[in-house]
Each structure stands twice: as C-alpha cells, then as structure tokens.
C-alpha cells in the first residue's frame, strides 16, 4: 500500500533519513511472527507509526490494544411522577440517574480493517497524538 502511493512513499524516503531505524510493511505485526512481545518492544522504542489497512484481524485487533481505549460513560435519567387523592390532594416527582462507564476502544479492530488503500493513522509517541489522514 505505501507503494503505490506516491506521495505517503516520499513522506518514508524523506523521514528514513532522520531515522536510526525504520521498518515498513503491510503488516507490521504479522512481519514478527505474531509475538505480542516483540511488537511492545519494537513499539516502545518506536517514536512514530503510520498505521494502514491491514487484512488480519488478528493484526487489527492488536493494534487496537496498542492504541489504547477510554472510559466511555453512558448516562441514563428516569423521571417518575405520581398523585394521590387518597386522604386529600397529593403530587410528586421524582428521577434517578445511573452512570454505565465502560472501556472502548480508541480506533477499533473493524475501523482499522475497514479502511481503504489511502486512509492512515499516524500515531506520534512523542507527543502523545493520534491523527487519522488521507492520502491523496
């Protein structure tokens, strides 16, 4: 896929000078055999990755736990009201509120598999920022 886009292949030839080491594939994690060790090595000695299609999920899925997930709150309100006439005039209300947190990914596995030959995501360690591009 960086191939066959010229201008992304310029972007790696001009950076691969400032590097100490690159590596470049279609499937990064795949290329090391599928050993989640040396992937977390590899990646925390890594500044940046430029993360495109892969045809794994099993690929995918990883590089979803890489990048992480965030709490995600889903908050629900029920509003309640009643009356009485019993033994004179009444009214009232009430509400209740529940708060659902639960992990979500940041980028999810079908995100990742379902991007097409000229989306990427830049991930800058450095900086701690996650970009999603196209290139044209």
Known sequence: MFTKNQELGKVIEINSRKCKKMLVGVDVYSMMGSDDKLLSNFMADCKMAIIGRHKSMNSCRKWSDYIGQYDKNEVSINFGGHSSFHQGYGFGSDYSYNVNIRKEDILS???????????????????????????V
Do not use: D, R
């Open 109 to 135: 596995p079908e995100e990742i598999h379902g991007f097409s030959s000229n989306e990427i995501i830049i991930l800058n360690q450095k900086k701690h920022e996650l970009a999603y591009t196209q290139v």
